[in-house]
């Protein structure tokens, strides 16, 4: 195989990968994990927690807080599509909201703003929330 057939093969495949990708999710989803603005970590984080997944994947959170007002939210994931989407949904949707509040944002509501999760995929918004949880309950320790 030359480089131009190589071109060629790979080019197929990204097609094929991005007709099954926009069956299968929703175009929020599909931009949320292409573009994951709050991938990675956070100097002297105030909270953070990390927890690893039944599917195996594991999810972690970082969080500055001001004034019981979370400042910024960091996530990092070895996961899949899904969870990075959700692991970068939720910690847009918890930027300047006060502790309380990101404590009560449910898996539902976070799938609600990916527009959705195939069923197959729920578990990744569980995990996201549930490793929130868990760094709000870490805070400062």
Not at 16 to 30: D, F, V
Not at 46 to 53: E, R, V
Not at 54 to 61: N, Q, V
Not at 77 to 96: E, S
């Amino acid at each position: 195989m030359d480089e131009d057939d190589f071109s060629v093969f790979i080019t197929k495949i990204q097609n094929k990968i991005k007709k099954y990708e926009e069956k299968t999710y929703s175009k929020k989803l599909i931009h949320e994990y292409n573009n994951p603005i709050n991938f990675g970590k956070i100097k002297n984080p105030d909270a953070k927690a990390k927890i690893k997944g039944p599917c195996g994947d594991t999810m972690k959170i970082e969080l500055k807080i001001k004034n019981k007002i979370i400042k910024d939210a960091r996530f990092w994931t070895d996961g899949c599509g899904p969870t990075i989407a959700c692991g970068n949904m939720l910690t847009k949707l918890i930027k300047n909201i006060n502790v309380k509040d990101a404590n009560n944002i449910t898996d539902f509501e976070l799938i609600k703003a990916l527009d959705n999760l195939p069923e197959n995929h729920k578990h990744c918004a569980t995990l996201s929330v549930n490793t929130l949880q868990k760094a709000l309950k870490n805070i400062n320790k």
